[in-house]
């Protein structure tokens, strides 16, 4: 049952699986049968955006009937992609879709965003060394739920004018007011819903926004619940909002608009912590479009790797190796709510409990015992008006079901206790630790044992986690379902009950009967993980402004502290190359980079066809008869991974290329972590450079004996002059991708 406070958690991360097809949208006309909103797209965005804006609407007055195209069009991409969204019905579609100059046609889908202390638990405190005037000139965009600008994290104190390539606006609409802190801002609505601003009426944007680049607040806490000093990676930089999220989720017209304004607005980084659980493929993710434009123009995209990973192999979202995927990992603090029950005995239980019982036990009740018009399966669950509230009125009831506590808040008690074996602590509207399975069962022995059964629920408190980091449960696993050759996820960062800010009108535990209202609260996800990196990414870029979105994303990964395989036993495919370090990656010694063009011969040999990379690029590109023979593992990525037959004895081989970024005369010399079933051999094993930005090339063969079926095996690649340490891990598994499957 402890998917039921998973789901309850996904609804607070707001991550909920894609619905494809779900935004019908109602016809203009009676005459007209019912559309649907549809993203045409066109490639580049064209010179001139008023010309490209003149030809979209000819062709769309060409295909439509019964309807204007004001009625029809919902916005035109002009800024960086070309295109437009309208609203259209399958035979507009077809016609539309044999049109000259458009490259694909594709349906909206509705994504979801994946729902302190983490900074100095990586080392990374506040008086790490800075460049403050570099850092106020780098600009963070967000593409989220938008922002609460008047925050103490948003404050402007001390900033000047934003810096001069800006491009943006400030369009928040009614009482929104930018400021030097938060330069920018827009919303979007490509269904209405009455929400006319870029404010963030669901906190989650605002969180995601402070932990990249929230100003150093000093004392938050969430009602005295983890205090410190809350602070962004990189508080002197500047904040650009795009709000596309509303209570239905995020529309993916509305998300590739947020790109196409991010994009010429002239942001630095991109922080998108949304995404989709389905397997879509490269060309049919807005996300995956939006970032590989991005990256044309310098701009590297950070993305949530998602929320699935009770699901198991095979999970993770974020895939196109143009972004870095960005997994969910503990810190050294974790809050545990503690049960005490009548006989003494005390179990650890895992909550955010601000309340406290005052030392007074009340009673426990069963949820089959205090229901009598459901059955046994629902009152165990506390499912929906199956709790009397004239039975449960200040006491304690026990749940099957982790998501029963609004239900049971509702109806009176004063606490409830759930079976939940996901050891992440979430905020609830009363009193609700979760105990495992272990736990719930010695509670309801406990119970069944004794005539009159009380507990407390204690306050929770803060504990010191020596076994951290740890990848969190929810975290999705790899590997990569598209590209089996490139390991996703790339990268691990805190993730799990992290303290950031909040906006004020909406409930901490996402709860609709929970009236508390703050201004810092703590949530869990991937999209919680995801701006850390963001903040990281944007830090290095204030030391190497000149870096390429592709030497960013191989400093963040070749720096990245090894984790601990004994206690992240799903390895590499959890946590991709490790955890993040702030201080080591701004100095990595060597970089492996890619450009658009190697990206291009990597779908290639995925099987790409010409139209297929026409999606993603918008641009034509010819598949050569030799990119379509090269294995997509010799991409020059960070990572080392490959995907063999199962049983069968292997032997495979990656070419990789770094460039030196440290010390001008230096020596990096070859090391292999042990592992007995791969045997690995590096050509050559000394790389000496005389210059810097002087690149030299090696090539890495593994070989080993028959894997088991979705199994994997890994080793690590070290290239270290004494001084430098770049750590890239080598994994070779069994999993299937999408197209193989």
């Known amino acids: 049952m402890a998917s039921y406070r998973f789901q309850l958690f996904l609804n607070i991360s707001f991550f909920l699986i894609l619905a494809i097809g779900q935004s019908s949208i109602a016809a203009a006309n009676d005459d007209r049968k019912a559309s649907v909103a549809y993203i045409v797209y066109m490639g580049s965005a064209p010179e001139g955006e008023y010309l490209a804006t003149s030809r979209q609407r000819t062709m769309l007055q060409k295909v439509i009937r019964g309807s204007s195209v004001e009625e029809s069009m919902i916005r035109s991409y002009r800024r960086s992609l070309n295109g437009f969204a309208a609203k259209l019905t399958e035979e507009e579609v077809e016609e539309l879709a044999n049109m000259k100059g458009v490259v694909s046609i594709i349906p909206n889908r509705i994504y979801h965003p994946r729902t302190t202390r983490s900074w100095d638990f990586m080392g990374f405190s506040n008086t790490v060394r800075r460049n403050p005037t570099v850092e106020s000139n780098v600009i963070i965009g967000v593409i989220d739920s938008g922002i609460w600008p008047e925050l103490p994290s948003f404050s402007d104190k001390g900033f000047g004018p934003p810096p001069k390539k800006w491009k943006g606006v400030c369009r928040g609409g009614k009482n929104f007011t930018c400021n030097n802190k938060v330069i920018g801002a827009r919303f979007y609505k490509s269904v209405p819903s009455g929400d006319e601003s870029a404010r963030d009426n669901s906190g989650h944007g605002t969180h995601t926004a402070s932990t990249a680049a929230g100003n150093v607040v000093k004392d938050v806490s969430f009602f005295g619940l983890a205090q410190g000093t809350a602070r962004g990676g990189v508080p002197s930089a500047r904040i650009a909002a795009y709000k596309v999220c509303h209570k239905k989720g995020c529309e993916s017209v509305d998300i590739l608009a947020a790109f196409d304004d991010a994009i010429a607005d002239g942001v630095d980084i991109l922080s998108v912590s949304l995404g989709s659980a389905e397997s879509t493929e490269f060309f049919d993710d807005v996300i995956a479009i939006g970032s590989f434009h991005a990256m044309e123009k310098g701009i590297l995209t950070l993305n949530s790797a998602g ?42 239980g895992f909550s955010v409990n601000p309340d406290t019982f005052n030392g007074k036990k009340l009673p426990l009740l069963y949820g089959r015992e205090v229901s009598s018009i459901c059955s046994e399966d629902d009152a165990r669950l506390c499912s929906e008006s199956c709790v009397d509230s004239k039975l449960v009125k200040g006491k304690i009831v026990l749940c099957d079901n ?36 272990r736990d719930y069962d010695l509670l309801l022995s406990y119970k069944n044992s004794t005539k009159n059964p009380v507990a407390e629920i204690l306050r929770s408190e803060s504990i010191k986690e020596s076994y951290s980091p740890v990848v969190a449960q929810f975290s999705s696993l790899g590997p990569n379902f598209i590209a089996p050759d490139i390991l996703k996820p790339d990268i691990t960062a805190p993730g799990a009950e992290i303290l950031a800010a909040y906006s004020p009108i909406s409930s901490p535990s996402g709860s609709p009967v929970d009236k508390r209202r703050v201004k810092y609260s703590i949530l869990s996800g991937t999209s919680m993980s995801c701006p850390h990196v963001a903040g990281i990414a944007a830090y290095v870029k204030t030391f190497h402004p000149d870096w390429s979105p592709s030497a960013i994303k191989s400093a963040l990964m070749t720096t990245a502290w090894a984790m601990d395989r004994t206690k ?174």
């Open 402 to 437: 982790s998501g029963s506590d609004s239900v049971v808040y509702s109806a009176g008690a004063a606490g409830s206790i759930v079976l939940d074996d996901l050891p992440v602590s979430f905020i609830t509207p009363l009193p609700s630790p979760g105990l495992n399975a």
């Open 568 to 741: 992240n036993p799903d390895g590499e495919i959890s946590y991709g190359s490790g955890h993040v370090n702030p201080v080591r990656a701004i100095v990595p010694g060597l970089v492996y980079e890619t450009s658009k063009e190697d990206y291009i011969k990597l779908m290639c040999s995925l099987g790409y066809t010409q139209d297929n990379i026409k999606q993603i690029s918008g641009e034509s590109s010819a598949c050569s008869v030799k990119s379509k023979n090269v294995p997509a593992r010799d991409m020059n990525y960070p990572s080392l991974a490959a995907s063999v037959p199962a049983i069968k004895s292997f032997t495979v081989s990656f070419r990789r290329t770094v460039k030196n970024v440290g010390l001008p005369n230096s020596i990096y010399r070859v090391q292999i972590s042990p592992n007995p079933k791969l045997k690995v051999e590096v050509v050559p094993k000394v790389l000496t450079f005389k210059a810097l930005k002087e690149t030299k090339t090696f090539t890495v063969t593994v070989s080993g004996g028959g894997l088991s079926a979705k199994s994997m095996e890994s080793t690590t690649l070290v290239w270290s002059d004494g001084t430098h340490i770049v750590r890239s891990p080598i994994v070779v598994h069994t999993y299937p991708s999408i197209k193989s499957s």
């Open 307 to 348: 929320n699935n990973g009770v699901a198991g192999p095979l999970g993770v979202e974020s895939v196109a190796p143009w972004m870095v995927a960005v997994a969910a990992s503990t810190t050294d603090r974790r809050l545990s709510t503690k049960v005490v029950l009548g006989n003494g005995k005390t179990l650890n």
